[in-house]
């Protein structure tokens, strides 16, 4: 049964106890350098555009349509600075083949994005990125393809819908699932490999029968209280909106829990049509707003640059003015 008393758009009242979280003394290393502010300057020449939309994906990923061209132009008329072509990364052994570029096309996505860029340098940011499966085991592989590229993102994700997944995982217990797939989101910031966690709670749209936030909801807090720990930052995926649930991933709540660990945030439409890049980006601003966050990042040449709120949203603003 899906949890009665659960409210997408609902955060804590003053009357409900929340656990305080306790930043870690010291930063990891990693992630020890403050992040840069937005570039003020530069903007004027993107029309005062400052937002990326950092997950896309072309045809490379066999289940998208448009090529990195498209989503340039999508960019340019959402409003946006730039965006990051994510493709999801080659695996052994056919771990998730249907979902991915094979092995050996990795050169040629890292050449193709390349290409794409140069040609829209100055209109529009392309960053060259990687969504890369998180799977314990495969460590060695995602650090291998990410360390033969210059990748601006490497976005980090565990994907429970893959067969391969559920077959190793899944044992015929709903809220045991949901709780090895926190489990692994934190394990997969705690591997060093990934800049953003992608949609943090995926499982609720395989699962919305059986999703209960109040029951899961420690399980997932304990999660991110590691992922705090790590430095990493974690994306508001727009897509879920579209989904099952009709909920952002992570929803509200989580995005709550995040913001009082000071988890920094990206924003991504995780985009598959070219007209969706920067989808609901205005409706995840006001999100984030409430939800307590000041900055949103991106990512470039894998360091975390960061946006205010304000000026974020007034650059959206800006484009419904026109």
């Not at 360390?147 to 045991?176: C, K, L, M, W």
């Amino acid at each position: 049964m899906e949890d009665q008393d659960h409210n997408p758009y609902r955060f804590p009242t003053p009357s409900e106890p929340t656990r305080a979280y306790e930043p870690p003394a010291e930063p990891p290393a990693k992630h020890s350098v403050a992040p840069a502010p937005y570039e003020s300057g530069p903007s004027a020449a993107y029309d005062g555009r400052l937002l990326f939309d950092g997950h896309t994906h072309t045809p490379r990923c066999q289940h998208a349509r448009g090529e990195g061209s498209d989503y340039a132009q999508a960019a340019l008329k959402a409003g946006l600075r730039g965006f990051a072509i994510t493709c999801h990364n080659p695996m052994t052994g056919g771990y998730g083949a249907r979902m991915r570029m094979a092995p050996d096309e990795l050169d040629a996505y890292v050449d193709d994005m390349k290409a794409t860029r140069a040609l829209y340098a100055g209109r529009v940011d392309v960053l060259l990125g990687l969504e890369a499966d998180y799977v314990p085991g495969h460590e060695n592989t995602v650090a291998c393809q990410i360390n033969a590229h210059d990748f601006d993102v490497v976005i980090g994700s565990v994907h429970p819908q893959i067969p391969e997944y559920r077959a190793r995982y899944f044992v015929g217990d709903t809220f045991a699932y949901q709780q090895t797939y926190f489990e692994h989101l934190a394990d997969s910031a705690e591997s060093g490999l990934f800049d953003v966690l992608a949609h943090g709670d995926l499982i609720k749209q395989l699962m919305p029968r059986s999703w209960s936030l109040s029951r899961i909801l420690p399980h997932i807090c304990h999660a991110l209280d590691r992922i705090a720990d790590t430095g990493v930052a974690m994306e508001l995926n727009t897509s879920g909106w579209r989904k099952r649930l009709r909920e952002c991933m992570p929803g509200p709540r989580i995005l709550y829990e995040m913001s009082q660990r000071r988890i920094p945030i990206t924003l991504g439409a995780d985009a598959h049509q070219p007209e969706r890049v920067g989808e609901n980006f205005d409706q995840a601003l006001a999100l984030l707003d409430a939800a307590g966050y000041r900055h949103v990042s991106f990512f470039r040449d894998r360091e975390r640059f960061q946006v205010p709120m304000a000026a974020a949203r007034a650059s959206l603003d800006q484009l419904v003015a026109v």
